[in-house]
């Protein structure tokens, strides 16, 4: 069978009573090594996944705002056709790929999607109104939501100096936009259940930077009179980079600044998986932050060398993140959400990719044998650790698609190619 053969295929659609019996074999081999498949299944199903709304439309934002406003060092390049233009657009495009992603789900929203009805309304002075079509629509399909304030792409972040700005009307207007987007997010909260509302802003420098102490001690400043409000249903959270394009020399909210700050704070912190040095490894920092820092957000992401935000793989990275969650006992204290965008390829299947392979990263971690592997370790047998590694993986995975009513294999690329055509096809 050749490509296009396999894309236009129909009898490759999931097919339950198949996954079933393939699973019964492997749910009998997972317990022999004492792992409960069924358990391992249910929780990887049911950990809500939080899918950021800026695949769809290239970081763009649904706002009237005055041209060439700066991008605050993130860049979505390529230009495949298809990008979603309107709020409408977006949630036709998520709904979508949220029908080919196995398991819970929320979305996350950036305050630049704020629908306001065409009138210009400033960042300053948002209200939950300007959300409300969001939030219905998160309620009506049983998805949480979450929020970020949106600081890059104004007028007002043109020298990419947000909250750290030395002069102080720049600052105050930050600062009243986090303030009016925590209070969007107590608003969501109220509505559905929780949100988490995550602040990550560009401030830096591009080169051999003198002063690197008055920025973030502003930024201190800023973040305690932002946060000065205790709102019960909102979860904060500090995201912190090592760089930003155009600000390669020094990033104010680095990561040492804001996981202290975090702690000292008694708010939650924000790994994203494209935010440190390259062979860093976001994995190793959860159980050494967890006692000290919670929540932990996880923005799942793939670094490719200057770029940190390539769709993510089922990949070492994310599998290691996934397994050091499971195995620290650290789950309950994390929160799962992705953080990517590739104007590249087809949209719609990039959300569905990264998502999936998070999903699948989940499942894979839930099924290791991690306490024998652990036993192995402390008996010092290395290679009997290592060995732990080979598990009939597959078969569980297109029976968490299929319970999940779902398309196991690749049937799911069928269906996004039918969107393509009938959907995105028409945008231009
Ligand atoms: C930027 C941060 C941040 C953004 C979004 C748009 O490098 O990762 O999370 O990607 O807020
Ligand atoms: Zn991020």
Redesign the pocket.
């Known amino acids: 069978m050749n490509l296009r053969e396999l894309l236009g295929e129909q009898k490759v659609k999931a097919n339950k009573q198949r996954a079933t019996t393939n699973y019964n074999g492997a749910r009998e081999r997972f317990a022999e090594l004492g792992v409960d498949a069924d358990g391992a299944v249910e929780t990887a199903l049911s950990l809500p996944i939080s899918v950021?709304c800026?695949q769809a439309d290239d970081?763009r934002g649904l706002e009237v705002r005055a041209e060439g406003a700066d991008s605050?060092?993130?860049q979505a390049t390529g230009n495949y056709p298809g990008a979603a233009r309107t709020g409408e657009e977006i949630r036709q495009d998520f709904k979508q790929a949220a029908r080919l992603i196995p398991g819970a789900l929320r979305f996350n929203l950036?305050a630049m999607y704020a629908e306001t009805g065409g009138a210009a309304v400033d960042r300053d002075e948002l209200v939950p109104e300007h959300f409300a079509t969001w939030v219905d629509w998160c309620g009506e399909h049983g998805w949480g939501l979450d929020f970020?304030p949106?600081c890059?792409a104004h007028s007002m972040a043109a020298e990419g100096l947000t909250l750290t700005h030395p002069q102080k009307s720049v600052r105050d207007f930050w600062i009243r936009h986090c303030i009016a987007c925590r209070e969007v997010a107590e608003s969501i909260g109220r509505k559905l259940g929780d949100c988490v509302c995550?602040i990550?802003i560009?401030d830096g420098q591009k080169d051999a930077t003198v002063d690197r102490a008055s920025p973030r001690r502003r930024l201190v400043e800023s973040l305690d009179a932002i946060l000065q409000e205790k709102l019960p249903r909102v979860t904060d959270t500090v995201?912190s980079?090592l760089f930003?394009i155009g600000l390669e020399d020094y990033t104010a909210g680095s990561h040492e600044f804001y996981l202290l700050y975090a702690a000292t704070r008694g708010i939650g912190i924000?790994f994203?998986m494209?935010?440190y040095h390259p062979t860093e490894s976001v994995a190793d920092k959860i159980s050494a932050t967890v006692p000290f820092v919670q929540p932990i957000l996880l923005?799942i992401?793939r670094g490719v060398r200057w770029d940190?935000?390539h769709v993510p793989r089922f990949n070492d990275e994310v599998r290691a993140v996934c397994d050091e969650a499971v195995r620290s006992g650290a789950l309950e204290h994390i929160r799962w959400a992705t953080?990517?965008?590739d104007a590249s390829i087809n949209r719609v299947a990039a959300w569905v990719l990264g998502v999936r392979a998070l999903r699948k990263a989940l499942l894979y971690a839930l099924l290791e044998p991690w306490k024998l592997a652990a036993e192995a370790e402390r008996s010092g047998d290395g290679a009997a650790k290592l060995a732990l590694a080979e598990l009939p993986f597959g078969a569980v995975w297109d029976y968490a698609c299929a319970r999940a009513d779902v398309a196991g294999g690749l049937s799911w690329l069928a269906e996004i190619k039918r969107y393509e055509a009938e959907v995105l096809a028409e945008r231009s």
């Open positions: 950021h800026w970081v605050g060092g993130l950036h970020n949106t890059f995550n990550w560009p995201e980079k930003g924000c994203d494209g935010h923005h992401s940190s935000d953080d990517f965008f």
